[in-house]
């Protein structure tokens, strides 16, 4: 059952901050993501060597830093396996917290967001404990609260290399006042994994399944499924396409009932990942033929609201803000 309801209206939860506008897991991005109009950062965790939790898309950080260009750690670069998939990188658990210090962040989809891109090498890499100390602050200027929306990436591989993600977590957000019913900025946890969310439990914060497209998730977001995630989550966080399924030429569908069933389990709905550019939006919602220009993001958004998702995952925080007032004033 649900233990702890978020205020509505529909949450806007800034997707590695305003990863659209600045490189992803930085300060400035999820600074900007909150000034935009959001209401959570989401924080991708991963961990360094020495235990501490940073925040990387993946536990493999040479597509998001300049870690290539440091002579002194060209011997890191190896090959791993990371459930099931072979990659050869750099790993941030083969670097210390002060190594990773030195690092820099790089936009991930330079074609798309050149404009990011052009900031590459500004921005320092970020612990958990930076961005829930900006949470608090943000509240505190903002008038409105900030929470943070923090994912455990991988715990199994992570765990299997002796960084165990969930103790230091847990740690970190007692310590930091954000655990417990009345946490000082709201929190939500989020993992892939329900083992991990299960050893979170103990915080009695609201807890998040994600689900991605793939088949492994199936059961999962049938009405039993859904009955088994409520014994242990309050909320989902599936691919948007589980919702609104696109066809192959692209275009949306006909809507699923997976809202209107998670809602009759209980849980919340917070689909990802929304993003405002022609490259990732349906053909009929693209504006010309430029894949880094904005096309017409109301419109999806507006679709989603009208089947009462809870929140949604964007890139976007400002354009998530403006299609939500524009949605809630024709109400």
Not at 7 to 24: D, Q, T
Not at 57 to 63: A, D, K, L, V
Not at 73 to 82: N, Q
Not at 228 to 253: M, N, S, V
């Amino acid at each position: 059952m649900r233990r702890n309801k978020p205020e509505l209206p529909i949450k806007i939860i800034s997707h590695r901050g305003a990863s659209g506008h600045r490189p992803e897991h930085t300060l400035a991005a999820y600074e900007l993501g909150a000034r935009y109009g959001g209401d959570f950062i989401e924080v991708d965790l991963v961990a360094t060597k020495d235990g501490h939790l940073i925040a990387r898309h993946e536990p493999e950080i040479g597509h998001t830093t300049d870690v290539a260009a440091h002579p002194e750690f060209a011997d890191r670069r190896t090959t791993r396996t990371i459930d099931g998939r072979e990659i050869t990188g750099f790993f941030a658990e083969d670097f210390t917290l002060e190594e990773i210090s030195r690092l820099r962040a790089v936009e991930r989809i330079p074609d798309v967001r050149p404009d990011n891109a052009a900031l590459d090498g500004q921005y320092p890499i970020p612990t958990l404990a930076e961005i829930v100390e900006l949470a608090k602050r943000l509240t505190g200027e903002l008038g409105r609260p900030i929470g943070v929306y923090p994912e455990t990436k991988h715990p199994a591989y992570h765990a299997a290399a002796g960084l165990e993600l969930e103790p230091p977590l847990i740690a970190l957000l007692r310590d930091s006042g954000l655990a417990g019913p009345d946490p000082e900025v709201p929190v939500f946890l989020q993992s892939f994994d329900p083992e991990s969310l299960k050893k979170l439990r103990e915080l009695e914060v609201p807890l998040v399944q994600l689900a991605h497209s793939g088949a492994a998730f199936d059961d999962a977001l049938t009405p039993e499924g859904l009955a088994r995630i409520a014994e242990y989550a309050d909320a989902i966080g599936p691919d948007k396409t589980r919702i609104i399924p696109l066809g192959a030429d692209g275009e949306p569908g006909e809507p699923t009932t997976l809202v209107e069933d998670a809602h009759a389990a209980g849980l919340l709905v917070h689909p990802y990942t929304f993003r405002s550019e022609n490259a990732f939006l349906p053909p009929s919602l693209r504006s010309g033929q430029d894949a880094t220009a904005y096309g017409g993001f109301a419109a999806e958004y507006e679709a989603f609201f009208e089947l009462g998702v809870d929140g949604v995952f964007t890139d976007h925080s400002r354009h998530a803000y403006l299609a939500r007032e524009l949605f809630l004033q024709e109400q």
